[in-house]
Structures are given as structure tokens and as C-alpha cells.
């Protein structure tokens, strides 16, 4: 055997395992996708509140998520086309609005079930 062909192949194996275990080491200290440290809420409004200002933009509401610092409704307005709208829980600001165009005509294929309120 070469001493040299043994030397190089030995340095070969060893700048591999090292970058290996560098890789490792890097994968090991980052955050799983997808994982996020959790939002403060402190400072967001009562979710009867909320619920007041998301009648002011979605009259026939359908259904209301909280998410974080995320007030997510859905509902038809006085028109019968479906609504979307997300409001800022600490403000209650508008952040968005969209309307969607039912092809089934106004308040969709069965009408009013399932909303609350009435028009």
C-alpha cells in the first residue's frame, strides 16, 4: 500500500465526518418548521368585544376564530355575499376585507341556516 493513498484517504474520511457532524450539530440547535414562540395577548380586547366590532363589518356572521393577535371572521353582509374579515385583537382595527360572489345567489345555496342573526 501507498502511505500516501492512505494518508489522503484518511484526511478524506475525516473532513466527511466532520462536516457531518457539523450538520448535525446545526440541525440539532435550529427550531423545528413550523414551531414559533407563543404570542403575548396581554393588551387584546374581551372576545364580547370583539365580537361587537365584527357585527359592525360582517352583519350575518357565520363563524369567528381567534388566533393570536388575530380576530378571523366569516359571514355574509346586508347584500348576501359571503364575507372574510381579520381584525387586530388589541385595536380592533380593520386589517382586511374580502367578499366573495356566491353563484348560488344571495345567502348561498340554503339560505339563512346556521347564521346568527337575521336579516
Known amino acids: 500500500m501507498n502511505p500516501k493513498h492512505t494518508a489522503s484517504a484518511t484526511a478524506r ?3 466527511l465526518l466532520a462536516a457531518i457532524c457539523l450538520g448535525i450539530a446545526f440541525t440539532a440547535s435550529a427550531q423545528p418548521y413550523g414551531s414559533y414562540p407563543p404570542v403575548s395577548t396581554a393588551g387584546s380586547m374581551p372576545f364580547e368585544q370583539l365580537e361587537r366590532l365584527a ?6 356572521i357565520k ?3 381567534v388566533r393570536d393577535l388575530l ?3 366569516d359571514g355574509f353582509d346586508e347584500q348576501g355575499m359571503k364575507v372574510k374579515v381579520h381584525l387586530d385583537r388589541r385595536t380592533g382595527d380593520l386589517l382586511s376585507r374580502e367578499v366573495k360572489y356566491d353563484k348560488h345567489g344571495p345567502f348561498g345555496k340554503h339560505g339563512h341556516t346556521g347564521l346568527r342573526g337575521r336579516p
Open 71 to 73: 380576530l378571523k371572521v
Open 55 to 60: 357585527v359592525q363589518h360582517v352583519p350575518y
Open 13 to 15: 474520511r475525516m473532513s
Open 63 to 65: 363563524k369567528l376564530e
